[in-house]
């Protein structure tokens, strides 16, 4: 499990893409239990379609080609977990998701997105 990360920093109000998304329980992800922290629930979570131009990837050249090929099979993918940090979103997972979208010349991509309160 990852250590809690201090993304209590700035963030712009103007994130339009998160102010238009839908209030959501991160436990609409079933992977969320296993990724986040007590204190993220806490968070105010939207389900968004994000911008992949602003998603920072911690680990971007990890892949396991197994699950990247299943993942290329398929048309429907879990929704990925963000954090909003400034004007950008910090993945906590779905680098695999993230990845196929990108190969395929997505522009957004559906997650969830926390943003500390």
Not at 5 to 24: C, H, K, R
């Amino acid at each position: 499990m990852r250590k809690f990360i201090d993304i209590i920093e700035t963030y712009s109000d103007n994130v339009s893409w998160f102010a238009q998304g839908t209030p959501v329980e991160p436990s609409i992800n079933d992977d969320s239990e296993d990724i986040l922290e007590p204190e993220e629930y806490d968070f105010e979570w939207r389900l968004c379609d994000v911008p992949v131009s602003v998603i920072d990837v911690p680990n971007p050249n990890f892949h396991d080609e197994e699950r990247m090929v299943r993942l290329r099979a398929s048309e429907n993918h879990d929704t990925i977990i963000l954090v909003l940090t400034g004007n950008r979103a910090k993945l906590l997972d779905g680098s695999h998701r993230l990845k196929v979208a990108l190969e395929r010349g997505n522009d957004t991509i559906k997650a969830i997105v926390g943003k500390p309160v």
